[in-house]
């Protein structure tokens, strides 16, 4: 079952890299994600070019990176990891490092240098924001609403407290089965000053709070936990506005057509990006490596921008993000950083969700469950 490569096969970048950790190489490899057109992206512009270079190497994908945490947990406690490469969002990044779940990553050694020179540590600057975090995109959470169900005589939504407005704008809402961005929202939208909220929400009462607000609309909410689950409740008519990732919601209105405007104000930003499991063979450890430093080098970066409307984690990707693959169409101005959708967004806090995301997480789901 193992395959023994040299680097030779893989791009120039790769082959400087075989040097640092040439080796045998396992000939699959398990890539965790989220499914639907974050996955697709990341399939077309990292998976199958490196397959091109890799010939015979099967790469087997999960889309369990929700609960990526837990699960990661229970496999170091069975002493069983399965999972090779996990993509998940910065937060949960910090707890798996903070664990030993993850293992830390040098960007000098194990991430490549921009094309020209520009070594990885400074070219994706402050977005290494830990030390197992090796970041893909920006992206971000904001709300998606149906344009033909907008009430005659009202405004399409253009407000984040327009969700908590059932009296303007009646009708189901969906809202991701977590507390994260949901407290955020609800404190911003009962009265919180957006400096504030994190030290609101430090508070047992401020918690209490974001809860209380959100009960407003509970009756009318659809809980969700995939990515794709709001961009079909809209698609089917089953909620008048949702939240979820841009670009799921940009694949649903450019890609398929769909009848759904953008809502970016308080847009969430967030970071995405991979893991390695700590404790993998050497061989698993060798490919999972390599395929890390072809994945987020600055050319692939900018491929998968071709796909999904997410920016780039590095800055010599973003001169190179053009026009979509298929659409042909430009995607600047369907990124979460372009000025006209950044009027107005919050700036999630990693260090914050590391500390208190179980304790948040725990009354959350006793407060779903009431």
Not at 39 to 66: F, R
Not at 192 to 217: N, S
Not at 254 to 263: A, Y
Not at 337 to 364: C, G, H, Q
Request: aromatic share 10%; glycine share 6%.
């Amino acid at each position: 079952m193992k395959l023994t490569k040299t680097l030779m096969a893989t791009t120039a970048l790769t082959v400087a890299a075989a040097s640092a950790h040439a080796q045998e190489m396992a000939d699959s490899m398990t890539v965790v994600s989220w499914g639907g057109a974050y996955q697709a992206s990341q399939q077309k512009a990292y998976t199958e070019p490196y397959m091109e270079m890799n010939e015979g190497l099967e790469v087997i994908w999960d889309e369990s990176s929700n609960e990526a945490v837990a699960k990661l947990r229970a496999m170091d406690e069975a002493g069983n990891i399965t999972w090779d490469v996990v993509d998940v969002v910065a937060a949960d990044a910090l707890r798996l490092c903070d664990e030993g779940l993850a293992m830390e990553i040098d960007p000098e050694e194990d991430l490549a240098a921009a094309p020209d020179g520009t070594s990885a540590e400074e070219d994706f600057g402050e977005l290494l924001v830990g030390d197992c975090f090796i970041p893909q995109i920006v992206y971000s959470t904001t709300f998606g609403y149906r344009t033909d169900m907008v009430p005659e005589g009202a405004e399409a939504p253009n407000d984040i407290c327009d969700v908590f407005d059932l009296e303007t704008y009646p009708g189901k809402r969906a809202l991701e089965k977590r507390p994260i961005n949901n407290v955020e929202w609800a404190l911003l939208c009962d009265g919180v000053p957006k400096e504030e909220v994190y030290d609101v929400l430090a508070t047992d009462e401020g918690q209490q709070q974001a809860l209380d607000k959100l009960a407003t609309i509970k009756d009318d909410v659809i809980w969700w936990s995939a990515g794709a689950d709001t961009p079909q409740l809209l698609a089917d008519g089953e909620v008048f506005m949702g939240s979820t990732y841009n670009g799921r919601l940009f694949a649903a209105i450019e890609e398929q057509d769909q009848p759904i405007g953008m809502m970016w104000d308080a847009q969430v930003f967030d970071l995405d990006g991979w893991i390695i499991p700590e404790g993998l063979p050497e061989d698993r450890l060798a490919r999972a490596k390599d395929f890390i430093m072809f994945a987020t080098d600055t050319q692939r970066l900018a491929d998968q921008a071709k796909y999904i409307s997410y920016g780039p984690a590095r800055a010599s990707s973003a001169p190179l993000v053009g026009q979509h693959a298929e659409l042909g169409i430009d995607m600047a101005p369907h990124m979460p950083t372009d000025p006209d959708n950044a009027k107005n967004t919050f700036l999630y806090n990693y260090e914050f969700w590391a500390d208190y995301r179980d304790d948040i997480d725990a009354k959350f789901q006793a407060w779903l469950a009431q």
